[in-house]
């Protein structure tokens, strides 16, 4: 046993181990909506292309809160930017209909504006005063776009915007089934390999945020912001920058979001979704980028397994005791309480967390 563990770390230390860990990977990626369909129905390759826009959300309010340590509890305002950019672009309520390829940069714009926005007045606020501040801009964006129907009516109010434009590169409708190579993709498949190229984009521009000289300036931010000033880093513009990166990729998220529902309203925007994003990247490991993504495909795959609650209560008693809502939301709640009482640190936190909790509890 000792020797297969040997040969094991032997291995993996090879540089070929992980070039052909990442293809498997890929491989794996690639099948996965077709396997998906096949087992478990095409409702579950749609959870997929969600689970997807989760972990560009994710990823991108882990910069704010995992790197630089700025807790961010409005961060669904950024999504709701880049949703309403799109609609409002892509959509007969201007009677604009702007490509997807001049989108999807432009809502990435627009929410990197409103992170500085966001962040400019907040630079000297910390903890709790920063989540008030941040948590009452999302609530603003919100309220705004459910009231901008009047004197002039620019978001429609309460009823949202419908029939916006699906996502097209060139005469390639993603909304549409399509032959390619005598396979057929559906809708669904096609926009999860969309999604899915965006995501890998967003992990690799996170991976090299990460190891650069302002990833290394966020940390210590995070770990000492008076001794990071001290050592010259100048925090009013990287803690700005944390802020318009995060940004960006929620605006990224909530373009794809608009292109693939066909309708945005405010009612998609509300602070849960905030806590939820912000629940994905404690649960899997605050800075961590592995560990963010599997909080976020766990937070956004759980929900929906624990749907089938309902029919096994009618097997077991016969009828449905607890309203199986509530008790999804019972059963997640609590399974984060116990996460987080036995795995402070995340599911799959960073080495460097895992050792000072480590320290921690011997001390």
């Not at 459910?146 to 590169?169: E, S």
């Not at 965006?198 to 990460?210: H, N, V």
């Not at 929900?303 to 019972?330: C, K, N, Q, T």
């Not at 059963?331 to 036995?342: F, N």
């Amino acid at each position: 046993m000792n020797d297969l563990l040997t040969h094991w770390r032997k291995f993996k230390r090879e540089p070929y181990a992980v070039w052909l860990g990442f293809a498997l990977i890929g491989f794996a990626l690639v099948l996965l909506p077709f396997a998906t369909d096949a087992a478990m129905g095409r409702s579950w390759v749609r959870i997929l292309d969600h689970t997807l826009l989760y972990i560009m959300l994710a990823l991108g309010l882990n910069i704010v809160v995992g790197f630089a340590g700025l807790l961010d509890l409005g961060y669904v305002a950024f999504f709701a930017v880049g949703a309403y950019l799109y609609a409002l672009l892509a959509s007969p309520q201007f009677g604009l209909h702007l490509p997807f390829w001049t989108l999807l940069p432009l809502g990435a714009l627009v929410a990197c504006m409103f992170g500085v926005l966001l962040g400019a007045p907040t630079l000297r606020l910390r903890g709790d005063y920063l989540a008030i501040v941040t948590l009452g801009f999302g609530e603003i964006i919100r309220i705004f776009l459910n009231n901008l129907n009047a004197p002039v009516n620019i978001t429609n109010g309460p009823q949202g915007l419908n029939m916006i434009d699906p996502i097209m590169l060139g005469d390639f409708s993603f909304s549409r089934t399509q032959q390619i190579l005598g396979i057929t993709f559906s809708s669904v498949h096609n926009y999860y390999y969309l999604f899915l190229a965006l995501t890998l984009l967003i992990i690799f521009i996170s991976i090299r945020l990460e190891n650069s000289r302002i990833g290394r300036a966020w940390v210590a931010i995070r770990e000492d912001e008076v001794a990071a000033q001290a050592m010259g880093i100048n925090t009013r513009n990287v803690k700005l920058l944390a802020f318009a990166m995060g940004a960006s990729f929620g605006g990224v998220s909530g373009g794809l979001f608009a292109g693939f529902q066909g309708f945005v309203s405010p009612e998609s925007f509300h602070l849960t979704e905030s806590i939820m994003v912000l629940c994905m990247v404690v649960l899997g490991g605050m800075g961590h980028i592995p560990g963010v993504i599997l909080g976020a495909v766990l937070l956004s795959v759980l929900p929906e397994v624990l749907r089938y609650i309902a029919p096994l209560e009618e097997a077991l008693f016969g009828r449905v005791i607890v309203d199986p809502a509530d008790l999804r939301l019972l059963i997640l709640g609590l399974a984060m309480v116990l996460i987080m009482l036995l795995r402070p640190a995340g599911l799959w936190p960073s080495p460097v967390q895992r050792r000072e909790f480590a320290h921690h509890d011997k001390s």
